[in-house]
């Protein structure tokens, strides 16, 4: 299997909570990258979270990190039409290059 | 958060020409650039970890001699694709790391658009 997994699509309706899942195999992650990438652009760091941490919130965005279960999620509150777009999970082991694996990504649909 | 440019942002190009793709780092110094490959509904492929002041480093199964990359500064990498195919049509995008102390954060230019006809 994949070692960084996401659903693909994720259909919302505005206004409602959005949870995006994801999970990876490497047990030695160390940082772990929510990015948003809108139609035709490239990827913009959401937020990151680090291995030591269960939780960091940042405005409308939650991030869980369950590690014995290599878990990750991002909540949005209170979804809008503007949070339409690809989310890719990523992960990155301490020392080394830290060069990130990516998820497929989970497109978001919010419906007004 | 800090800024990463890509040059050109869309281009199409005949098969069998050369395309160079600029990528720059805007606000801040990147000893290390990455190059992409986003396929449709896939997620994004590491091409080649681009260094300043030397050779690029290129994952498995992608040709050196047909994507050419060159770090010439601290601020420009670029990434020539030369006798372009139609099978080399994709969207290309470039990251730059800004390393602080505690973490590594990775930005993400815009994308090229590459369409070879």
């Known amino acids: 299997g994949e070692d960084v997994e996401q659903s693909l699509f994720l259909s919302v309706r505005e206004g409602d909570s959005s949870v995006i899942n994801c999970t990876y195999t490497d047990s030695s992650s160390t940082y772990l990258y929510w990015y948003k990438q809108e139609p035709g652009a490239g990827l913009q760091l959401l937020t990151y979270?680090?291995?030591?941490?269960d939780m960091k919130q940042d405005q409308r965005l939650t991030v869980l990190l369950n590690k014995k279960d290599k878990h990750l999620s991002l909540r949005i509150a209170d979804t809008q039409t503007g949070d339409s777009a690809i989310y890719f999970c990523?992960?990155?082991?301490?020392?080394?290059?830290?060069?990130?694996?990516f998820g497929r990504g989970t497109s978001l649909i919010v419906h007004p | 958060g800090a800024v990463v440019s890509q040059h050109p942002s869309r281009v199409i190009c005949k098969s069998g020409t050369s395309v160079k793709i600029e990528c720059r780092s805007l606000d801040f110094q990147a000893t290390t650039m990455f190059w992409y490959r986003q396929f449709p509904k896939k997620s994004l492929m590491l091409m080649a970890t681009s260094n300043e002041g030397s050779k690029a480093t290129y994952e498995q199964g992608v040709e050196k001699d047909k994507f050419l990359i060159n770090h010439a500064s601290l601020t420009l990498s670029t990434l020539t694709v030369t006798s372009a195919h139609p099978e080399d049509s994709s969207f290309y995008i470039c990251?730059?790391?800004?390393?602080?102390?505690?973490?590594?954060?990775?930005?993400f230019g815009p994308g090229t658009r590459l369409t070879v006809t």
């Open positions: 990523a992960e990155s082991p301490s020392g080394g290059s830290y060069i990130p694996t």
């Open positions: 990251s730059a790391n800004m390393f602080r102390v505690g973490s590594y954060e990775q930005y």
């Open positions: 979270i680090f291995s030591n941490m």
